[in-house]
């Protein structure tokens, strides 16, 4: 089989007049095929990469047959760090100088190991979740690390998330993405010895006025099983409105060897980037330009079939503000149970 049909060569069927939902934004297949690869080729395409430095000093120098599920950790959280600091609607451009947040944030994944969110760091923090350099993750123990490595990123200050059990506790996320609070009081927390957390003083809060100030962006990744061997009918629609809201950040899922991430889908097909090219490592000069083509996927995305999705995932949302998060909350509760 093959699943690589694109979505803009669609001939005229049925197909073609179901809208096209690509992480909260929908779009037509008939009128607007430019937009949709303009969106697709803006995301961050992170893949297997050859010839960078030795991860561990004496470790891998690629992570070709192994890092694939480690790829899709990077592109869902670089989605979210487009979110943070460019805005959803931002859209990349060959060849055009860009913005110095997007440095900043292509930076932040370069194979390097001083990198806030490298494949080093990555697989340097996975042993602490019992994975061996060298070892295929789940989606879960990918979740687990970048938690662990978002808190040193003080530039993005996020809130990482992981929703154990299928539950999402709303006072547990108010409390870590507004943690100045003291939600006994409703006011700011005072405490005799100022503590500091990222480099700011916890009683900053006090000074801030707007509210994105007061809440720490959250990106809430959820570990679920939607089946045991194959995908449960039953969780298909509810998946399909996951993508369909505007915080969502896309699905990290596959098999070993196979990890795919998925930004949206158009009928009963869903759209994913592939991590499974290996490339060069980038080594950016500080005096030129990034050379950030081969972060971006500038053919059209892959497709494959809901049902052949593997039923182990991970979905992720975007709330950067309180507000995000109260209306997700509002939408979840809408979503059918299975």
Wanted: charged residues 20%; negative net charge.
């Amino acid at each position: 089989k093959n699943h690589k049909l694109t979505i803009l060569r669609i001939p005229c069927t049925t197909l073609s007049y179901l809208p096209v939902w690509i992480l909260g934004q929908q779009f037509s297949a008939l009128t607007e095929k430019d937009e949709i690869l303009a969106d697709v080729t803006s995301r961050l395409w992170f893949t297997y990469r050859k010839n960078f430095q030795p991860i561990g000093g004496t470790g891998p120098t690629s992570d070709t047959g192994w890092g694939c599920m480690l790829r899709c950790g990077q592109m869902i959280l670089g989605q979210a760090l487009i979110c943070r600091h460019l805005g959803r609607d931002w859209r990349w451009s060959p060849g055009q100088r860009q913005r110095a947040e997007y440095i900043n944030i292509l930076n932040a994944f370069i194979d390097k190991k001083d990198s806030y969110y490298s494949i080093h760091q990555i697989a340097q923090m996975g042993v602490g979740e019992g994975k061996s350099i060298g070892q295929w993750y789940g989606p879960n123990t990918v979740a687990q690390v970048l938690k662990k490595l978002a808190v040193f990123d003080s530039w993005s200050r996020l809130a990482v998330h992981v929703a154990m059990d299928n539950t999402v506790v709303i006072e547990e996320i108010k409390r870590l993405c507004m943690p100045w609070l003291d939600f006994d009081r409703g006011a700011c927390a005072v405490s005799e010895e100022p503590r500091e957390m990222n480099g700011d003083l916890e009683g900053a809060c006090a000074l801030a006025e707007e509210e994105t100030a007061l809440w720490k962006p959250l990106v809430l990744l959820i570990p679920l099983r939607l089946g045991l061997s194959d995908i449960n009918e039953a969780y298909i629609e509810p998946l399909k409105q996951c993508f369909m809201m505007p915080q969502s950040l896309g699905v990290i899922g596959g098999k070993p060897n196979s990890a795919h991430y998925f930004i949206g889908f158009v009928g009963d097909e869903l759209i994913y980037l592939d991590p499974h090219t290996t490339q060069p490592a980038v080594d950016p000069n500080e005096d030129e330009q990034f050379p950030d083509d081969s972060y971006h996927c500038q053919h059209p995305p892959c497709r494959m079939h809901i049902c052949e999705l593997d039923p182990s995932i991970a979905a992720g949302f975007f709330c950067q503000t309180e507000d995000d998060f109260d209306d997700w909350c509002a939408q979840i509760r809408k979503v059918p149970k299975p």
